[in-house]
């Protein structure tokens, strides 16, 4: 899934998403003049590479919420109107102006979010939200009273590792939105955004640590690993002008604002797989509110403005072009399907070779 949309929403997005998004602006909304640029500049070339990652990004958040009982066909569908409607609409309001002239209206509006706490991870949990309270929880899901999670994952080892390389990525991906590493300031910047990033996502774990550990006296590892994530999301906001200390707590409230939401979610009932939402939606909204705290440009109400914007375009988009391809050509897997997995029903392939560990069990 990650890789077809991967491979999907970058086409698209250079095809017209890319100029949908940072082309002149036509009164602030949307951007228009050019569409599949060959891209001939170096620099024009490494940027929209660094754009259409944050793209596919936003786009794969909904590949975890709603995984083991959506369609391939479906998510691929989502997956194209996120990278070449949804995403680049909203970028263009943050982010317009950075390529060429005229600048969205939150922009100018002073509207701050250095890498995207709301622009990327904000749009992709608001999408992921919309399309799992229209698919609905998986079979099974909140059938036994576990705090929810009578469905753990598979391989905890294996979350960990993408975790961590989740947590190198983003040195990447907020470094590389200062845009430039052209003289020693540009350097010192991303020496100092590298290290609130680091710091963040050590807050956000710790924070979970704690919560967990004064919860059941036990600590939630699946848990704290959404806390570094968290702790990353809310940071991306702004990685440049906090203090190390801010970082941590900011990456802190992160975690915790995540685990607050994860339980509610599990609360109503809402099936969110791997917690996307929580992780990208909360605590990016957070992070976007939080750049208050440290960069004397960024207005609380103009913060607020780009938060709600993003929450009544995204999810009102979303829930009706969700709402419409479930009465017309349905989203979820059928039943069997979903009992036998999206791998075998859809792909015709195992993920996991059952039969194999099976017999080097029985032979154990």
Excluded at 34 to 63: E, N
Excluded at 138 to 158: A, C, E, I, V
């Amino acid at each position: 899934k990650n890789m077809a949309d991967l491979s999907l929403a970058v086409f698209c997005y250079w095809l017209f998403g890319f100029g949908l998004m940072f082309g002149g602006s036509a009164g602030g909304w949307y951007g228009e003049g050019f569409a599949m640029l060959p891209f001939t500049d170096t620099w024009h070339s490494a940027f929209f590479l660094f754009q259409a990652m944050f793209c596919t990004t936003a786009a794969t958040i909904v590949s975890g919420a709603a995984a083991e009982r959506m369609r391939f066909a479906s998510y691929l569908l989502v997956a194209l109107l996120i990278a070449g409607l949804i995403y680049p609409l909203f970028g263009h309001w943050a982010w317009g102006g950075v390529f060429a002239d005229g600048l969205g209206w939150l922009a100018a509006r002073g509207f701050v979010d250095f890498a995207g706490s709301t622009v990327v991870h904000g749009v992709g949990g608001w999408v992921a939200l919309a399309v799992i309270l229209i698919l609905g929880p998986r079979q099974g899901r909140f059938d036994q009273d576990r705090d929810g999670r009578s469905m753990p994952g598979s391989n905890l080892p294996l979350a960990m590792l993408g975790a961590l390389m989740l947590m190198f990525g983003w040195f990447g991906f907020n470094g590389g939105s200062q845009l430039a590493i052209a003289s020693r300031d540009d350097a010192m910047a991303v020496g100092k955004i590298f290290a609130n990033t680091n710091m963040a996502a050590a807050g956000g774990v710790c924070a979970i640590l704690l919560i967990s550990y004064l919860k059941s006296r036990k600590v939630d590892i699946g848990m704290a690993l959404n806390g570094a994530l968290a702790g990353l999301v809310a940071v991306t906001a702004e990685p440049l002008a906090p203090s190390i200390g801010l970082a941590i707590v900011i990456g802190a409230i992160g975690g915790g604002v995540m685990y607050a939401a994860a339980m509610a979610l599990e609360k109503l009932k809402i099936d969110d797989v791997v917690g996307a939402v929580p992780v990208h939606l909360a605590a990016g909204i957070w992070g976007t509110l939080a750049v208050t705290l440290s960069n004397p440009e960024a207005i609380l109400w103009v913060q607020m403005l780009g938060v709600l914007a993003t929450g009544a375009f995204v999810s009102t988009v979303s829930l009706l072009l969700w709402g419409g391809m479930k009465s017309l050509v349905g989203i979820r897997l059928r039943r069997n399907h979903e009992e036998l997995g999206g791998d075998l029903s859809e792909l015709g392939i195992r993920a996991y070779n059952l039969d194999y560990m099976e017999v080097n069990v029985s032979k154990a």
